[in-house]
């Protein structure tokens, strides 16, 4: 059974940084899709960057691209630095992973959640 764990939320200061880990403990395939995303208060879950395989590209939402940066450590663990941070990327964040290896932008493609993390950045 895969079983997803966030760490690394927390509260920071706008234009600051902060580093989410995402560990896996289970077993999925060598090339499965590793994402981030994202829930703010009363809006729906939003892609954030996602991974196709180890060393495979990563695609960006928009919003992040050029302040965030997925990197992937082997098939267990996902991270996401994110730098330049604004009051709008305040939310919930949530690790996610599917079995094939094919990057999807939409959440119901992906089986496996972690609990998330909450990010709060302060203006």
């Known amino acids: 059974q895969v079983q997803l764990a966030e760490s690394g939320g927390g509260l920071v200061q706008a234009g600051g940084s902060l580093r989410l880990s995402c560990a896996n403990s289970?077993?999925?395939?060598?090339?499965?899709?590793m994402a981030w995303f994202r829930q703010a208060p009363n809006k729906p879950r939003e892609f954030v960057a996602a991974?196709?395989?180890?060393?495979?590209?990563v695609a960006y939402a928009d919003s992040v691209k050029g302040r965030f940066t997925l990197s992937r450590d082997g098939m267990y663990e996902v991270n996401l630095q994110m730098d330049s941070l604004k009051s709008e990327d305040t939310a919930v964040y949530y690790c996610a992973a599917r079995d094939i290896g094919l990057v999807s932008r939409n959440a119901a493609a992906y089986t496996y959640w972690g609990q998330g993390t909450q990010v709060t950045v302060s203006s």
């Open positions: 289970g077993r999925t395939s060598s090339r499965g899709a």
């Open positions: 991974n196709a395989w180890s060393g495979g590209s």
